[in-house]
């Protein structure tokens, strides 16, 4: 099939690691003779490993950078006779990286109250982002509003100078970061000027009824159980809500008290709520995160 040059770059990949994984997957062989892409292996299996190639192919020429996770999640939809969507952000479309961030997207775009549960690095709060920005901008929701519990991990925030806002905003950090990548920083200076996005911890939600926003629970693992009925019950109509956290990583003095592990143990299966759970597999930072955090996965079970 002829492609653009960037497109052929990117079917091949570094040492021809993405065609390795396209001719692993669908037991063909890949090449790229003069410029173009050639398949060669039975038709089903051909068909399969095209679509592959020009789910990628059209990332490339979108300028996107293509990962060996864009591969495997655009093998993985191939597989499954579905097309890549997204949320849009200002470098493009927002992508899956993996098969379960594709089906985060889904569960996002179809349920009202969505709880994402799993380690660090797999997109839970990011995608979440990426979601709520898309429908602010298209005008789907009047409001962005993120909020998470200010709990120390290993610090103390009275510690920390200035007032409460002030104390809370470095547990904001990566929300504001998720924002700007997203979002562009001076897009997102303005939406907040506007009240259009809110930042704020979870004590600010209290006696508000969020109508017409979408709403991420962030770090939810660490909200009490009265902090977690109380903000679920902020819904008002025509709003979403997601929650996210890590149950392993309970920053609370007795970590029985965290509403997260609570509310998904109450609410799971109920009309209108999805619960997504991501494993160490999931996580798209450095290699060595997802080695660290399986370790620390087989360890707890050793000690439970």
């Known amino acids: 099939m002829p492609l653009s040059e960037a497109a052929v770059r990117a079917a091949s990949g570094p040492g021809g690691r993405h065609a390795a994984l396209i001719e692993d997957a669908f037991h063909v062989l890949v090449e790229t003779p003069g410029g173009g892409v050639s398949v060669n292996g039975d038709a089903s299996a051909r068909r399969g490993a095209r679509r592959v190639i020009e789910a990628i192919a059209a990332r490339a020429d979108e300028g996107l950078e293509v990962s060996q996770a864009d591969v495997r999640v655009a093998v993985a939809q191939a597989r499954r006779g579905e097309a890549a969507a997204g949320p849009a952000g200002r470098r493009g479309a927002v992508a899956a990286k993996t098969a379960a961030q594709a089906r985060y997207l889904e569960t996002m775009a179809a349920h009202d109250l969505v709880f994402a549960l799993g380690p660090a690095g ?68 303005r939406r907040r000027d506007r009240g259009q996005i809110e930042v704020a911890p979870i004590a600010f939600m209290r ?39 890590d149950p392993s990583q309970v920053d609370l003095p007795n970590r029985a008290d965290s509403g997260l592990v609570h509310a998904v143990a109450i609410l799971e299966g109920l ?23 399986g370790a620390y996965d087989a360890d707890a079970g050793q000690h439970l």
């Open 122 to 189: 797999t997109g839970k709060t990011f995608l979440a982002v990426a979601q709520g920005a898309d429908l602010l901008v298209s005008g789907a929701v009047d409001r962005l509003v993120v909020t998470r519990p200010a709990v120390e991990a290993g610090e103390r925030l009275g510690f920390l100078p200035g007032d409460l806002l002030e104390k809370v905003d470095p547990y904001m950090a990566p929300v504001f970061e998720a924002l700007a990548e997203i979002l562009g920083a001076e897009q997102l200076r």
């Open 271 to 293: 009309a209108g709520i999805s619960v997504m759970r991501f494993c160490a597999q999931d996580v798209v930072r450095h290699p060595l995160v997802e080695l660290i955090v």
């Open 207 to 245: 006696g508000r009824t969020l109508a017409h926003a979408f709403v991420i629970v962030d770090e939810a693992q660490n909200a009490t159980r009265l902090q977690m009925k109380m903000v679920l019950t902020r819904l008002g109509e025509g709003a979403r809500m997601v929650v996210t956290g």
